[in-house]
């Protein structure tokens, strides 16, 4: 079997979610029979034939995903998704209306959904009923019991001697919608000034993406409680910082995405050789038996010479780590649940694919639906010029409309339109032509009107939906048969459909 992880670009090959989650289990799933491949979205879209058996979508949430995988599904292939991060059962969050629109677009095409979580597969399994999903679990990187036995005892000893209490935090630092990372730390950083009651001196050293460094995110860091160092994370740093603190503290709050995050730093701690502390919603409650919630609890146990982790307690934590992230457990899971999903039948034809961008198109995006043979579509409100396949020209729309076509574009109207189209000019060597359209040659549904000049944004914004809604039933007008996908990712600039799920969900 041979299996494909699609990733967003070769920037985030290295990544949290491709290291831990797909480069752990690569050589167990190899033990199985099953060559696992890692290959950028862009590399995958000039191949004209794709051989591997599974394609699996991670973190790819724009139109030229849903295109690819449309066209794997018609020449055999399986097709599914790996979904880390809960953005899409926060209904009444109008900032994800684009990637629940990205999710509803997509199943239809999809044979399965893989996630990190049992929370998130009940999500899922809520949002897309029909669809076989499984529980692939963070999976350790190593973990060598017979090295962390001296370590555990040579850390605990330097801390009762010294009494100083070092303590690590590491990961991600910011997300673009959460307040989460960093300020999670400062949140519930007090927790690490009780060391002081204890007569202990917190010491604590942060490891994080540069990204995460905004001037609000350091004075926040500078107001901590406790001396700290902040250096930029790396995987070298992250091991080196675990090796060094006696334990780590990870904060979770309790809002919906927090809560339904992996168990990996608590794993990537505890298999380094670090205690756990957390403070805030009880997310690590599985591993509850080598978990602190309690810095007094971690200090006592300190003083005692009996912390939770420790060597004669090792043994009890790899058992427990079997069930909850050991990458060889995690890859035969994966590939019996694999090897239980039929393979449908390829199609001898592909039917047209468009993507109707909306306010603001994305030229790299243009250029990757086009690169695998959909036709790129410029909304009524489009404010971008680019060589699209299908865009109106300006005008008022109150006695009809122009309609650029390039060359593949109208070699797929209809006949009836296709004879009247008239060459206006070239554009990289390739012929473009019009189409007149008179009012009444156009049902109310589809006489859409193009964007206003001088621009008015509020009234662009109030009748925005109803234009794309148009733009669709002009396409299906004008088009033989024509699958349209929206690529809209901002919000909120919505469909009418979606504004009325958004509605309807408050």
């Not at 790996?82 to 209306?97: A, G, H, I, K, L």
């Not at 910011?174 to 009780?194: I, K």
């Not at 990289?428 to 032509?433: D, I, Q």
């Amino acid at each position: 079997m041979r299996v494909t992880v699609v990733i967003r670009s070769e920037e985030i090959r290295h990544s949290a979610g491709v290291r831990i989650r797909f480069h752990r289990i690569s050589q167990h799933l190899a033990k199985q029979g099953v060559t696992l491949n890692i290959t950028s979205i862009q590399d995958l879209s000039t191949a004209r034939k794709h051989k591997d058996d599974i394609y699996i979508f991670s973190k790819c949430h724009e139109a030229n995903a849903i295109v690819l995988a449309r066209r794997l599904r018609q020449q055999g292939c399986i097709v599914g998704i790996d979904v880390c991060d809960d953005y899409f059962s926060q209904r009444q969050d109008c900032r994800f209306v684009h990637l629940r629109r990205w999710l509803r677009d997509i199943s239809g095409t999809l044979d399965f959904i893989l996630c990190s979580t049992p929370l998130i597969s009940q999500q899922l399994t809520q949002l897309i009923p029909d669809l076989p999903c499984h529980i692939l679990n963070d999976p350790f990187d190593h973990f060598k019991t017979d090295k962390l036995t001296r370590t555990l005892k040579e850390k605990a000893a330097r801390a009762r001697s010294s009494r100083i209490f070092d303590i690590g935090w590491f990961g991600m630092g910011d997300n673009p919608y959460f307040s989460v990372g960093l300020e999670d730390l400062h949140a519930f950083s007090q927790e690490l000034a009780r060391a002081r009651a204890f007569g202990f001196t917190p010491h604590l050293r942060i490891l994080t993406n540069q990204r995460a460094l905004t001037s609000d995110r350091i004075e926040l860091l500078a107001r901590l409680p406790v001396p700290a160092t902040l250096e930029e994370w790396s995987e070298a740093r992250e091991a080196e910082l675990i090796s060094q603190s006696l334990a780590c503290f990870l904060p979770v709050n309790a809002q919906n995405f927090s809560t339904v995050k992996s168990l990996n730093r608590a794993v990537t701690t505890l298999t380094n050789g670090g205690q756990v502390l957390s403070s805030g919603f009880p997310l690590y409650d599985p591993l509850s038996d080598f978990v602190y919630r309690d810095i007094a609890d971690l200090l006592h146990d300190l003083e005692a010479d009996h912390l939770k982790l420790r060597g004669d307690s090792l043994s009890d934590l790899k058992r427990l780590m079997s069930d909850l992230s050991d990458p060889e457990t995690e890859a035969c899971s994966l590939t019996a649940f694999l090897q239980t999903l039929p393979t449908p039948a390829p199609t001898d034809t592909e039917k047209p694919i468009a993507v109707l961008h909306g306010l603001h198109p994305s030229g790299n995006l243009h250029k990757a639906v086009r690169k695998l043979g959909a036709l790129s579509v410029a909304a009524p409100q489009t404010k971008r010029t680019l060589n699209f396949d299908v865009a109106l020209s300006p005008g008022d729309g109150e006695n009809g409309v122009e309609i650029i076509f390039s060359q593949k574009a109208g070699n797929l109207l209809k006949p009836c339109y296709a004879a009247r189209l008239k060459q206006i000019g070239e554009i990289g060597g390739a012929p473009v032509s019009n189409l007149w359209l008179a009012k009444d040659e156009m049902p109310e549904s589809c006489r859409v009107v193009a964007l206003s000049a001088p621009l008015r944004p509020l009234n662009e914004m109030a009748r925005y939906g109803a234009e794309l809604r148009r733009m669709r039933a002009l396409l299906a007008q004008l088009f033989e048969e024509l699958d349209v996908i929206l690529a809209e990712n901002r919000s909120p600039y919505m469909e009418e459909a979606d504004l009325m799920t958004a509605v309807h969900s408050v």
